[in-house]
């Protein structure tokens, strides 16, 4: 077998792990959830776009289907990792740059489970997608967490964190309350009429608060290190797109529970979270689009000094999908022409990450076998 991208090596780890198989998932670390995360997305903002077009949705199924596989897989082989590399699994959380990264379990369960209920009721009804998606939604919530308060208890008590050690990933273990309350606005509609669903409500409100305000902190000590002490490593740059992913989860978040707040909350209130979606989410975008002409100019930068493929190019997929579901919410919210415009230009830039992200992840994987290696 010839792999002719791979070094001398590589190519002699990745046939000894052929010939040991259950040496494939010797290294599967969290931030490989990322994949399932950026993939969900894709359905999701699909079906969010305030404009279908023929084929649309059965694309938006076919991805959820792909997002779902994915998902399960990681599941076994996370669990495989943990029963023969037990080992290297607890030594995850103590490593200053991958801990962060427990995050992504819980918000790729997240947007699995929301898939389901606005893609793959299609096929399976709205009884089970309901019933899996709060499952997920449930398993998600509380993953995301727990995430939130140990990996930054971590950072506070444990990890070796310097001047220049501020980067995107660590809002990874603080956003998935943030995406637990985006996601949490399908589920309003099915949670039980009453005192029940506004407790819900408020919950899902809470957590955006929650992501927010610790995102701004992260956010501020991140633009605060890049101006600094610089970009830093190449590697680290598609970290920066990070940044998006609670800022378009907010403006998500903000306008579907707002949409749907009169189901729960009185005239009055409900009528205050609808406005607040708007006040909220028009600036917060304004924002994002900001960062993300930063990003992509550092991004240009650093491809001209030859930037390596790694997992953390998945940071191109999921929080570029959080602004289309954010803009797009947006647009249907107040009936913008250019904001509906606007979710479409990001959905494509999100097609086009993807596509290429998925193809080099598939590459690593099954052409080279580097990304099954140790993580240099």
Known sequence: MSHPTATAPARRRWLQAIDRPRDVVAYITPNWFASVMGTGIVANAAVALPVQVPGQRTFALVVWLLASAMFL??????????????????????????????????????????????VGVDILGEPVAVAIDAVLWTVGTVLGLIAAVTIPYLTFTRHDVREDSAFGGWLMPIVPPMVSAATGAALLPHIPAGQLRLDF????????????????????????????????????????WIVLGPLGQSI???????????????????????AAGVV????????????????????????????????????????????????????????????????????????VAWVTVAARTLHGVFRTGRLLLPPA
């Not at 990264?101 to 947007?111: C, D, N, R, S, V």
């Not at 956010?219 to 970009?231: C, E, I, N, S």
């Not at 998500?252 to 609808?274: E, R």
């Open 252 to 274: 998500t978040a903000a306008n579907n529970l707002g949409a749907d707040a009169h189901l729960a909350a009185p005239p009055d209130l409900a009528s205050a979270f609808s």
């Open 73 to 118: 897989a990681l599941i076994v082989a996370t669990a495989l990792h943990w029963i023969w590399f037990g080992g290297v699994a607890r030594g995850h959380h103590s490593n200053a740059t991958m801990a962060h990264f427990y995050g992504a379990p819980a918000m790729a369960a997240l947007t699995v489970g929301l898939g389901t209920l606005v």
């Open 280 to 351: 909220f989410g028009v600036p917060v975008l304004g924002f994002a689009l900001l960062w993300g002409a930063l990003v992509v100019a550092l991004t240009i930068r650093a491809a001209r000094a030859h930037l390596p493929f790694t997992l953390t190019w998945w940071s191109f997929t999921f929080p570029v999908g959080t602004c289309v579901t954010g803009s797009a919410a947006l647009a249907v919210h107040t009936g913008s022409q250019a904001l509906a415009a606007l979710s479409a230009v990001l959905f494509v830039g999100l097609l």
């Open 201 to 240: 409500l408020l919950a899902c409100y809470a957590m955006t608060g929650m992501t927010g305000i610790a995102a701004l902190i992260i956010l501020t000590q991140l633009w605060g290190r890049l101006a600094r002490h610089k970009v830093g490593a190449v590697a680290m740059v598609p970290t920066l």
